[in-house]
């Protein structure tokens, strides 16, 4: 499929899948045509694709320049993948621009096929500036994914290292040995002494606590986005049971500062 793009939004380009899209080079000039503007086009238009090129190859897009004997137009043509990429701008050098490459089938339709595929295929953060203007043209669903699916990993990884304390508590916690308190602690008057094993959640509250204020955070915003289809339905439900992990935590938004520990530590959010 080819589309011709709109010279009235130059900054966020956006297409499809599997697809061409062209737009007129001449939109890179920024003051009016000169005398020489379909050769100053072509100039910027070749300095904007040999900027980019590493980019484009990330997502399999093949871009090129292509005159018709009246204007220059810079083709863009994409592979399988989908997703948003910062383009730097050749009179700026800055990520002034974007292309957002949306599935062919909708956001709707991959959010379907992701969820009967039970997960295992989820959108990847990449280091690259952001876009401008992008926010909007992706559903934020899209972002809940990757961070609910962090999220589990990360408290699969903390659930694996919790240490099991034994210890004498007022109320029932964990196992309990019903051996010891019948035969030592109630014939001793001690019912209050509840000899129980737990895991020690101690060194981690703090992140469970941040764990659970960002699922609050993002389980009010997937139930705004009921209309988005099925698939914000199965992330709700996702939500939910991480939130039944981590309830016994109070919630809390982490500082800037223990967010920054964090940064510099080795939380492992992959499986």
């Given amino acids: 499929m080819a589309t011709q793009a709109d010279n009235r939004d130059v900054r966020c380009l956006e297409t499809t899948d599997s697809s061409l899209l062209r737009r007129s080079a001449t939109f890179f000039l920024k003051s009016g045509k000169p005398r020489d503007y379909q050769a100053q086009a072509a100039r910027l238009g070749k300095q904007f ?53 949306k599935p062919r089938f909708d956001w709707s339709g991959l959010g379907a096929m ?18 401008p203007r992008s926010d909007r043209k992706i559903p934020p669903w899209v972002l809940s994914t990757i961070v609910l699916f962090r999220i ?19 109320a029932p916690r964990g196992q309990i040995n019903w051996g010891i308190y019948t035969t030592s602690r109630l014939p001793r008057m001690k019912n209050l002494s509840v000899p ?26 997937l139930a705004g986005q009921r209309q988005g289809g099925v698939a914000v339905l199965q992330l709700l439900d996702v939500c939910e049971t991480l939130l039944n ?27």
């Fill in 196 to 221: 129980c094993r737990f895991p020690d959640l101690r060194d981690d509250r703090d992140l469970l606590a941040a764990i659970h204020f960002t699922l609050r955070v993002q389980l009010s915003s």
């Fill in 245 to 271: 992990r981590v309830r016994n935590v109070p919630a809390k938004q982490p500082t800037p500062r223990t967010i920054n520990s964090w940064l510099r530590g080795s939380i492992h959010t992959s499986p």
């Fill in 49 to 101: 694709i040999q900027q980019n090129r590493r980019i484009f190859n990330q997502f399999d897009v093949e871009a090129s320049l292509d005159y018709d004997g009246s204007s220059v137009d810079i083709v863009i043509r994409t592979g399988s993948k989908i997703g948003a990429l910062p383009l730097f701008s050749p009179t700026s050098g800055k990520p002034d621009y974007g292309l957002i490459i």
């Fill in 152 to 170: 589990k990993s990360i408290l699969d990884f903390v659930e694996r290292r919790f240490d099991f304390i034994e210890a004498d508590l007022n």
């Fill in 114 to 131: 992701l969820g009967e595929m039970g997960w295992k295929i989820i959108p990847v953060p990449l280091m690259l500036p952001l876009l």
